[in-house]
Structure formats: structure tokens, C-alpha cells
T-cell receptor, first 113, second 112 residues
């Protein structure tokens, strides 16, 4: 099992550019989520999905889109990058039952200039 | 609403010292409780968990007991090592909800 994988590991964008952060899991987990981690602010939930075809907003969804066409993949799209989106992004998955133990990917460090 | 409060860091200790990182929670109902650890440059990984009152989670010498009467889940280790330096996150989840509620994280620095 590869677990949760994320690509790329590092990315530098210019303001206004768009890009997609990839996330995949091979554990057949129903639940997937995207977080951003900023210094001193812990983890903030961006979007989540409880299954293929179902997504919902988290705490800080503005400027991001997601889709879930398959159980395995949950890409995060930045529509028009802004410096405020400079952060480390983590994808996580869980099987959806209780207790909700989440498995994390290694993260993508994004810098927007 | 549901919430998790952790002690602020950084916490700086000498090697072999006793560690306590405090975590308290507010929840309507009976949550499951977790401690995650994030080593430098890595993602989060589950350290231990407890699913009901009086349960004790343990792993890698760390322990935490689910105390319903004090709504706490404090992380302890008897003798820390330099390799324990990391950020520790306390979190809770409710059976009815897939989401985790996170504490702000506590940075632990262990000096040789």
C-alpha cells in the first residue's frame, strides 16, 4: 500500500496562475479531505468528500475547487493563485467509520509570488 | 460547538525529562480522541487514540487517558528523546461526523 500520495511536493506559482494539486489513496477510503497548514495556525479544512461524486466545503474554501470522480482521487484546484494561498497543503483520507482515524499524505509546499 | 484546546508551545525539555502536553475538549456527546505527531518536513501521523471514557491510548512510550470527568486527554511520556522533537496535535471526532476537530498544535523541542 502506498497510502496517501500527493504531487507535487513543491510548487512556485505567480499570482493569477492556476494549478491542480493531486491526491490519491489506495486504501479504498470513503472520506477524503484537504487541509492547509500555516505557521502558528494549525490545520484548517478546505474541502472534503464523503464519497465519489460528493464534496462539501470546509472552513476556508474560497479560491479552491475540488471534485471526486473516483474513490481514489481527490484533486484540489487553485483557480487564480494569490499570495495568501502560500501554505503547506495536506490531503487526508479515512474509511469513514468511527473512530475517524485519518491518514495523511506528505504534503505540498506551495509558494505564490 | 465542539472544540479542542492545547497548551501553547514551544515546550522545551532536556533529554530524559518527563513530558506532559495538556489537551482539553468541548463536545456534545462522546467523542473519540486522538494525538497526531508531525515530524519536521513530514505529514501528520497518528500517535495514539482512545474511543471511550477511561481508555488509555499508548504508542512509542507515549500515553494519554480519556478523562470524561475533566474532558481531558493529556499526552505524557516518562523520558523524552531528541527524536521526539515534533509538533503534536490533539483532535476529536464524533461518530456522526467524518470531520476531525483539531487543536492548534504544540511544538516540542528536546535538547540533548
Amino acid at each position: 500500500n502506498a497510502g496517501v500520495t500527493q504531487t507535487p511536493k513543491f510548487q512556485v506559482l505567480k499570482t493569477g496562475q492556476s494549478m491542480t494539486l493531486q491526491c490519491a489513496q489506495d486504501m479504498n477510503h470513503e472520506y477524503m479531505s484537504w487541509y492547509r497548514q500555516d505557521p502558528g495556525m494549525g490545520l484548517r479544512l478546505i474541502h472534503y468528500s464523503v464519497g465519489a461524486g460528493i464534496t462539501d466545503q470546509g472552513e476556508v474554501p474560497n479560491g479552491y475547487n475540488v471534485s471526486r470522480s473516483t474513490t481514489e482521487d481527490f484533486p484540489l484546484r487553485l483557480l487564480s493563485a494569490a499570495p495568501s494561498q502560500t501554505s503547506v497543503y495536506f490531503c487526508a483520507s479515512s474509511y469513514g467509520g468511527a473512530p475517524n482515524e485519518q491518514f495523511f499524505g506528505p504534503g505540498t509546499r506551495l509558494t505564490v509570488l | 460547538g465542539n472544540s479542542v484546546t492545547q497548551m501553547e508551545g514551544p515546550v522545551t525539555l532536556s533529554e530524559e525529562a518527563f513530558l506532559t502536553i495538556n489537551c482539553t475538549y468541548t463536545a456534545t456527546g462522546y467523542p473519540s480522541l486522538f494525538w497526531y505527531v508531525q515530524y519536521p518536513g513530514e505529514g501528520l501521523q497518528l500517535l495514539l487514540k482512545a474511543t471511550k471514557a477511561d481508555d488509555k491510548g499508548s504508542n512509542k512510550g507515549f500515553e494519554a487517558t480519556y478523562r470524561k470527568e475533566t474532558t481531558s486527554f493529556h499526552l505524557e511520556k516518562g523520558s523524552v528523546q531528541v527524536s521526539d522533537s515534533a509538533v503534536y496535535f490533539c483532535a476529536l471526532s464524533m461518530d456522526s461526523n467524518y470531520q476531525l476537530i483539531w487543536g492548534a498544535g504544540t511544538k516540542l523541542i528536546i535538547k540533548p
